[in-house]
Structures are given as C-alpha cells and as structure tokens.
Nanobody, 118 residues
Framework: QVQLVESGGGLVQPGGSLRLSCVGS????????MTWYRQAPGKERELVAA????????TYADSVKGRFTISRDNAKNTVYLQMNNLKPEDTAVYYC???????????WGKGSLVTVSS
C-alpha cells in the first residue's frame, strides 16, 4: 500500500523556522521526483519546491527562494522542506507528492498544516 506521510507542521511566529518531513512507503522512493505543494484557505494549490529523484536538481517558487530548502534522503525514503524566515503568507496546508511522470504515476500525502502568526 502506497503511503506518503507528512509531519513537522505547527504554529510558528513570523521569522521563525520549521522543517517538514514526508516519508514514503509502498513504492520505490528513489525513482520518484518529490515535490512540496501548499494550499492556503480560499486559494489554489501551488508548487513550493521540487527535487529530482537523485537530489541533483531543485526548483523553487519565487515566493520562497532564499528562505526554503528542499532535500531528500533516499536511504530513509524521506523528503524534507526546511522553512526559514516564515511569513504569515506562508500559512497553508503543505502536501508532498511523489511523481514519476514518465509512467503517469503520482501519489499525494494528506498534508501538514503550517500556521505563521504572532
């Protein structure tokens, strides 16, 4: 059974940091591109950051460049999102996605809520 489980969300003050983790199981994690998305209330889901299957390439939304860092540990089937200098506009549910587009296969986690507020 395929699973993606996010953790690490919570309430943080503006300027603070959080690290999200997403653990995959039931599929060959190291063969999948991993992406973090987020969805704020009343808004569409948006791509935050992505990392290639071997960790060699990364992509970031302009709104998080210089503040967020995506990384992965294929030995632990885990992808991370380090979020620094958080802003209220970063408040959203954060989802991880495993993507193997060449085979038309993708999986979603259930999300982790991040709230940035004083």
């Amino acid at each position: 059974q395929v699973q993606l489980v996010e953790s690490g969300g919570g309430l943080v003050q503006p300027g603070g940091s959080l690290r999200l983790s997403c653990v995959g199981s039931g599929f060959i994690f190291s063969r999948y591109r991993m992406t973090w998305y987020r969805q704020a209330p009343g808004k569409e889901r948006e791509l935050v950051a992505a990392i290639g299957s071997n960790g060699g390439s990364t992509t970031y939304a302009d709104s998080v460049k210089g503040r967020f860092t995506i990384s992965r540990d294929n030995a632990k089937n885990t992808v991370y999102l380090q979020m620094n200098n958080l802003k209220p506009e970063d408040t959203a549910v954060y989802y991880c996605k495993a993507d193997r587009s060449s085979l038309g296969m993708f999986y979603w986690g259930k999300g982790s809520l991040v709230t940035v507020s004083s």
